[in-house]
């Protein structure tokens, strides 16, 4: 029963890992990373349920304030981002470059 | 406490205050001075206060009974360490009360004549305040009841003198020789600092005054004494310029003249002998330390009456004639004499401070003119000056009846009377060329026609302020050997008696014939060098050429060149060597090594620097799975 | 004043600093705060000093339990030897809020976390509590050398960067490695300096941390031949910042030696004394030698102060009580000419825009006020009779002289190589003709004047009446030798042992 569970996790979370990598959008990668999170919270929940305990859920919720409020940080950044250089392409951000 | 004077302190404290009043009121009023003619007043009271001291203390002296004969000051606890107990103390008994006694004096009347040398100079209250910074720090070099109080003085006298050689500091070759000064004592310093550790760590755990060290004295191991008394006296030879350390005094005469007069003829320089007569506790102990003390001496006297006899500067010639004397001196102390060697100090302050200050007077009417050989004939001139100075040349020549004679002939009377036949025959031999060199001066100054017919004209004799210090030092250098006129002459020998519970000396008995006939050879010394300077300048003569011998001579033996080449210049070589070579290339290099490891760590990592996030989620991603499977190969 | 004045000393000023840099203040009011504040850390440190009395112990102890499980205290206290530095801290950074002006609010706050930090680091009783504050300390350094530095400014600061973090990760490896022997051999944690010291260590590890904790405090001192930062630094820091570093900062690396290694690692401090006694001697004698070929006025103090370091150092080596307090008297006699003469180079540099030595001559014409400071303050420095200078250089020979003769000759030279480069310096920047440049040199104003009163002061109250200096220093200094009088390779040179030696000489008759 836990498989099939972890199974869609499994899924979400290499979509998610994929959209990271391969999309050049900054909203993009953002939502690919919400993707990932859910991917989390699920199997957090599947275990919860495996292991009767609570603690899985507490720590579900925890992961999407955090979210919630990672999402209100990163939207501002990409505000600034897109105020820097006009566009939202990944590939003009690469000050990092050795 | 009937040997404890709380008066002793204000001695030195005196003229330190004077300097301290003098200098603050010139910084105060430099811009605008009020005070230019009052300087020499003040600076003139702290000495003479100083001198009525010197004066209670020599009669409280002579009121005590012989053996208890000493008055101390503990003033304060200096510093303590451990077994190291330093007080801030004064210490007089006979040996530096009769010091006290001549440097108050002398002081004094030297602070006056300068009033009138320094006359209208710019620097007027700058130099009173040093000299009488000079006279406290000679004074407490005098009193001071440890080797480290008296050290005190010994570099305060230093860097007085220091001071004044570079009086005229936009002169760099005056400033170099007031470094020259400084360094060159400095290397005796380290000496008598040595002295000092060695002594202390020897005997000085029970006390470090002198009284403390003189009862524990017989403790030391004749080779521990041995070193202390050699790495002291080469603390005496910077201070006192002997072999090897002699350069700077000539050098130092570029000094005003009552600074060469005061500190480098009658009262510094004279400082190591004291020393050495100050532990003669120590140095009776070990003959061999004496024997070189005498020997290293005897042959500066040499050495120096050698180069003062092809001198043009009239001060160079008494420079090198003081620093003759001063060898005579150690030759005297160092042969166990160390009332004769005091003695001669005594009256070389007399005498010596006399022919500067009438060289001074000269200087001063010839319009700092210092070449002998553009004077002549200024007997007619300068009357005064003229007949003081021949009594101070007959002093230092050695004439009989004046105090040269008395003083010198005892120490060369001792050093054969003590089987030092070697340092008596070089003594007798010297005797002959200071009579020889100090009348060439003369005759050439005073005597003759004159040479600069316009610095003739103008010429004239200085003022009372000047000539009275004159008169009264030549009084000085005509009586102070009646003091200790020794028993053939139907003296008893005062000084010597006065000295005695200080310095330990025996007196070896010879008998009168022998004394009488080492005075007739240094009789026959004077009157040989009196007569061939009188044949050679005594009717005019011209400036000399110098070859071969006299050449080397007059250029002092290339002593300087080679003390520059041999160390001056290696140490100036070595220091740029470090800055240009050593430092950037040597030390630097581990350094540059790091960094330069780092850069090329940096440089091999930058491939995988693209600056895209996603490559580098790539990256996480690979590492995470990697970590991974790692873990799950190693779980099962 | 009350319980907590050491922690008022420490954290008054650090907390100023924080302060500042968080809001928006100008630099008028920065200097201000810095003078109010350093001020007050004046006032606290004159009350300590005054209330100090002369025994051996830790005084105003304060103790706070940190992490009481693996026994990290906040605990500090001072002693005869650390007063000095505290004392050397809180008295002459003042001079430098009142003197320099030019810098901006970042400077300032990064003073006063710096003077902050360094008393915490001479206060401190826990060696963990230490190394905090010891890298507290050397952070504002880096700012401040890095922004408001000279032409060179970032070389130099990555080189004391390099040098310091080096030091700084062996003394935590060592001081980790001191807590797991104790906890070996007690059963318990603690790192408390005076519980450290009842450690008996022995070679092999412990030889490797003795190493560890020598090379942290070589590269602070600095000692031969881990020196190579402190000229390029001196010289490119701005003059105050050059002034904390040799007046206090480097003093803090030979306290931490006294403090923590000579009484912990007793054994190999007495097996390696000679090693690094030679070190000492060595350094004194390059840097020394080094200084009189520099041309800029600062480097060549740079190397003076280096030269001088080195004599401090050896006094530590010395292993006797006289060389030891001495050492300590240095500390502060130091402080007062060489950290002041970097002050007076500063305001030649602020008045002249040079420090070029040949560029300069005739000051002394000009500026009859600032040449006798600068003469009094250069002669302490050559360790001249009558100036705090001598009193120290003299106690530190003796000391070498009693360790071993020939340390002690070597040692000697320190008096002539002094002079050398000093004169020859003053001949040139004092003396000689005046040039166009320095004519315009305007003497001390009335304040500089003022300011510099004091210190001048005390270099000669330190030379004519040392005692009531040294009477604090020296039961602090028996106490730190005690732990080494056990060793056998060492006598401590009580007057028993004063007395033996003097019964050896005769029997070597």
């Known amino acids: 029963m836990i498989h099939s569970y972890l199974m869609v996790s499994v899924i979400l979370f290499c979509i998610g890992m994929l959209g990271v990598i391969s999309r050049r959008n900054v909203f993009t990668v953002f939502m690919s990373i919400e993707l990932m999170l859910n991917a989390a919270n699920l199997a957090f929940v599947a275990f919860s349920r495996l292991h009767e305990s609570m603690d899985g859920h507490v720590l579900a919720l925890m992961v999407m304030a955090v979210a919630a409020a990672e999402a209100a940080l990163a939207l501002a950044v990409v505000i600034l981002l897109h105020k820097h250089k006009g566009k939202l392409d990944t590939n003009v951000f690469s000050l990092l470059k050795g | ?636 | 004043m009350f319980e907590h004045t050491l922690s008022l000393m420490i954290f008054l000023p650090i907390a100023a600093g924080l302060i500042l840099l968080l809001t928006p203040a100008g630099k008028g009011i920065a200097r201000v705060t810095g003078i109010a504040i350093s001020m007050a850390a004046l006032i606290l440190g004159v009350d300590v000093f005054t209330k100090f009395k002369p025994v051996g112990e830790l005084q105003f102890t304060e103790f706070i339990p940190w992490f009481p499980h693996v026994g990290i205290n906040y605990s500090l206290g001072v002693d005869g030897i650390s007063l000095f530095i505290l004392l050397a801290a809180s008295v002459l950074l003042p001079l430098v809020f009142l003197l320099f002006t030019t810098k901006e609010k970042g400077y300032y706050a990064n003073l006063l976390i710096v003077q902050g930090a360094m008393a915490g680091a001479v206060c401190a009783a826990d060696i963990i509590l230490f190394y905090i504050f010891w890298e507290i300390m050397l952070l504002p350094v880096f700012f401040m050398l890095g922004l408001y530095g000279g032409e060179k400014k970032i070389a130099a600061t990555l080189k004391i960067t390099i040098y310091t973090i080096a030091g700084s990760l062996l003394m935590l490896a060592a001081i980790i490695y001191l807590g797991v022997a104790y906890h070996s051999q007690f059963g318990e944690w603690n790192f408390a300096i005076s519980k450290l010291t009842q450690l008996d260590l022995n070679g092999g590890v412990a030889t490797l941390a003795f190493i560890g904790f020598m090379i942290a405090f070589a590269i602070k001192i600095p000692l031969f031949p881990f020196h190579t930062w402190l000229p390029d630094a001196y010289t490119e820091a701005p003059t105050a910042t050059t002034f904390v570093l040799s007046a206090i900062m480097a003093k803090i690396g030979v306290y931490a030696v006294i403090r923590m290694v000579v009484p912990v690692f007793d054994e190999d401090f007495a097996r390696f004394a000679l090693l690094l006694s030679l070190s000492g001697v060595f350094g004194m004698m390059y840097c020394g030698i080094a200084a009189i070929a520099q041309n800029d006025i600062k480097r060549m103090f740079a190397f003076s102060s280096a030269s001088h370091m080195g004599i401090i150092a050896l006094g530590v080596f010395t292993c006797n009580v006289q060389g030891l307090t001495g050492s300590v008297y240095q500390i502060i006699a130091h402080a007062t000419s060489t950290g002041v003469l970097f002050l007076f180079a500063g305001i030649i540099e602020d008045r002249m825009q040079t420090r070029k030595i040949e560029a300069l001559g005739g000051i002394a014409y000009h500026a009859p006020v600032f040449a006798l400071y600068f003469a009094i303050a250069l002669l302490a420095s050559v360790g001249l009779p009558g100036t705090s200078g001598f009193i120290g250089e003299f106690l530190i020979i003796l000391g070498a002289v009693k360790f071993s003769p020939f340390i002690g000759i070597l040692a000697g030279t320190t008096l002539i190589i002094g002079v050398c480069y000093m004169l020859w310096m003053f001949q040139r920047v004092f003396f000689e003709k005046d040039n166009e440049l320095t004519v315009t040199f305007k003497d001390l104003t009335l304040k500089e004047g003022i300011c510099f009163l004091p210190v001048v002061l005390l270099i000669i109250v330190m030379g004519l009446y040392p005692q009531p200096f040294i009477e604090k220093i020296e039961p602090a200094a028996q106490i730190q030798l005690a732990h080494l009088a056990d060793t056998q390779h060492v006598q401590v040179a009580d007057s028993v042992n004063a007395q033996d030696h003097g019964h050896l000489l005769e029997l070597n008759k």
Not at chain 2, 140 to 161: A, I, K, N, Q, T
Not at chain 2, 410 to 429: P, Q, R
Request: with cysteine; proline share 4%; aromatic share 16%.
């Open chain 2, 1 to 636: 406490m009937e040997n404890s004077a709380t008066y002793l302190m204000y001695i030195p404290l005196f003229p330190l205050l004077g300097a301290v009043i003098i200098g603050l009121m010139h910084v105060f009023t430099c811009k605008r001075p009020i005070f230019e003619k009052f300087y020499g007043i003040i600076a003139c009271i702290g000495p003479i206060l100083s001198f009525v001291l010197a004066l209670r203390v020599f009669f409280n002296l002579k009121g005590m009974p012989e053996e208890g004969r000493y008055l101390i000051q503990k003033a304060f606890t200096w510093f303590q360490v451990g077994d190291l107990d330093v007080a801030m103390g004064f210490l007089a008994d006979p040996l530096s009360s009769l010091m006290l006694l001549f440097v108050t004096f002398i002081g004094s009347l030297i602070h006056i004549y300068s009033i009138g040398y320094m006359g209208g100079e710019k620097n007027y209250a700058k130099f009173f305040a040093y000299l009488n910074l000079f006279l406290g720090s000679m004074l407490v070099l005098v009193l001071g009841d440890s080797p480290v109080v008296m050290f005190v003085g010994w570099e305060g006298v230093g860097l007085c003198s220091y001071l004044l050689i570079s009086f005229y500091t936009t002169e760099t070759e005056n400033v170099i020789a007031g470094n020259k000064a400084f360094i060159v004592n400095r290397i005796g310093d380290l000496g008598f600092v040595l002295g000092m550790s060695f002594l202390f760590w020897a005997i000085g755990a029970h006390g470090f005054d002198y009284m403390a060290l003189k009862a524990n004295a017989h403790h030391l191991a004749p080779g521990v004494a041995l070193t202390v008394c050699l790495l002291l006296f080469v603390g005496a030879t910077g201070k006192s310029a002997q072999i090897p350390l002699y350069v700077w005094l000539p050098d130092a005469m570029a000094g005003p003249t009552p600074v060469s007069a005061l500190i480098h003829a009658a009262t510094m320089v004279t400082a190591g002998v004291y020393m050495v007569a100050r532990f003669s506790f120590i140095y009776a102990h070990v003959p061999v330390a004496g024997s070189i003390v005498a020997w290293v001496g005897i042959l500066t006297a040499l050495l120096a009456a050698i180069f003062g006899m092809f001198q043009d500067d009239i001060k160079k010639v008494l420079a090198y004639s003081t620093v003759s004397q001063l060898g005579y001196m150690f030759a005297g102390v160092g042969v166990a004499a160390y009332s004769a060697g005091i003695f001669h100090v005594f009256t070389h302050a007399f005498f010596k401070a006399l022919l500067f200050l009438g060289a001074g007077a000269v200087i001063y009417a010839m319009h700092h003119q210092q070449n002998i050989w553009k004077m002549g004939g200024l007997k007619k001139k300068m009357p005064i000056t003229y007949y003081t100075m021949v009594i101070g040349a007959l002093a230092l020549a050695g004439c009989p009846f004046f105090s040269g004679f008395f003083s010198k002939d005892e120490i060369l009377f001792m050093a054969l009377a003590n089987g030092h036949w070697g340092i008596w025959l070089v003594g007798v031999a010297v005797a002959g060329m200071t009579a020889y060199y100090t009348f060439r001066m003369i005759f050439v100054v005073f005597h003759g026609e004159p040479r600069d017919q316009h610095a003739y004209d103008h010429a004239h004799e200085a003022p009372l302020v000047m000539t009275l210090p004159l008169i009264i030092l030549a009084v000085g250098a005509l009586f102070a050997g009646y003091l200790n006129l020794p028993a053939i002459f139907g003296g008893d020998q005062e000084v010597t008696h006065w000295l005695a519970p200080v310095v330990v000396e025996h007196h070896p008995h010879v008998s009168k014939f022998v004394e009488l006939l080492a005075m007739c050879a240094s009789i026959v010394a004077f009157i040989i060098g009196i007569r061939l300077a009188w044949q050679r300048f005594g009717k005019g003569a011209e400036e000399p050429t110098f070859s071969g011998f006299t050449e080397f001579a007059y250029h002092k033996f290339y002593v300087d060149e080679l003390y520059d080449s041999v160390f001056v210049q290696p140490y100036k070589r070595i220091g740029g060597a470090i800055r240009n070579a050593i430092e950037p290339n040597v030390t630097d290099a581990p350094i540059k090594l790091v960094s330069q490891l780092y850069m090329m760590v940096g440089q091999a990592f930058k491939v995988f620097q693209v600056g895209f996030v996603r490559v580098y989620a790539i990256y996480m991603i690979v590492g995470l799975s990697v970590m991974s499977l790692i873990l799950s190969f190693s779980l099962n």
